[in-house]
T-cell receptor
Framework: DAEITQSPRHKITETGRQVTLACHQTWNHNNMFWYRQDLGHGLRLIHYSYGVQDTNKGEVSDGYSVSRSNTEDLPLTLESAASSQTSVYFC?????????????FGAGSRLTVL | AQSVTQPDIHITVSEGASLELRCNYSYGATPYLFWYVQSPGQGLQLLLKYFSGDTLVQGIKGFEAEFKRSQSSFNLRKPSVHWSDAAEYFCAGAVYGKLTFGQGTILTVHP
């Protein structure tokens, strides 16, 4: 079965370290998204990609970067982790055309920055 | 700016009672609208979606939602709540595949 996998599921890091969260999907979806979830804010869009070599900033992109070198993967990098980036991160993907707005979500990655 | 608002942060109902969770949206045009449910420590599961057509949409687990253009609302309903429905519920609007989420409503179900 097709799936979307996030790793690691839990990570603790220190302020200033670089952190990369992986997202891998086997749906063959062109569209991929990264959201963060914080209490009282719901989910907020960090970055998104509509295809290989395409990346776009979302609502809360400062301090984050992504790259899309193939269809399956959209890793999220925190260049210098800050305590404000402690959150749960969700990756999602969707097809193009009529299915573009129906997202499939990963299980989430909980990041703690000390 | 696009926004989705869920006015109720926390709702408590008794098992077997009816449920309505409110959602209002603000977009330049009618977006695609969704309701997701999230159980503790889990990812998001799609309950139902509205694209166009019939304004009353049926979803999984006995949920339904009604789109009202005049009120910019997309409220979620269930006639009889089960204890297993306790979770956090998110309303979302989408344009070009980018979802904007409401803040979420936590549902507690009393036996």
């Amino acid at each position: 079965d097709a799936e979307i996998t996030q790793s690691p599921r839990h990570k603790i890091t220190e302020t200033g370290r670089q952190v990369t969260l992986a997202c891998h999907q086997t749906w063959n979806h062109n569209n991929m998204f990264w959201y963060r979830q914080d209490l009282g804010h719901g989910l907020r869009l960090i970055h998104y990609s509509y295809g290989v070599q395409d990346t776009n900033k979302g609502e809360v992109s400062d301090g984050y970067s992504v790259s899309r070198s193939n269809t399956e993967d959209l890793p999220l990098t925190l260049e210098s982790a800050a305590s404000s980036q402690t959150s749960v991160y969700f990756c999602a993907s969707s097809a193009t055309g009529s299915g573009a707005n129906v997202l499939t979500f990963g299980a989430g990655s909980r990041l703690t920055v000390l | 700016a696009q926004s989705v608002t869920q006015p109720d942060i926390h709702i408590t109902v008794s098992e077997g009672a009816s449920l309505e969770l409110r959602c209002n949206y603000s977009y330049g045009a009618t977006p695609y609208l969704f309701w997701y449910v999230q159980s503790p420590g889990q990812g998001l599961q799609l309950l139902l979606k509205y694209f166009s057509g019939d304004t009353l949409v049926q979803g999984i687990k006995g949920f339904e939602a009604e789109f009202k253009r005049s009120q910019s609302s997309f409220n979620l309903r269930k006639p009889s709540v089960h204890w297993s429905d306790a979770a956090e519920y998110f309303c979302a609007g989408a344009v070009y595949g980018k979802l904007t989420f409401g803040q979420g409503t936590i549902l507690t179900v009393h036996p």
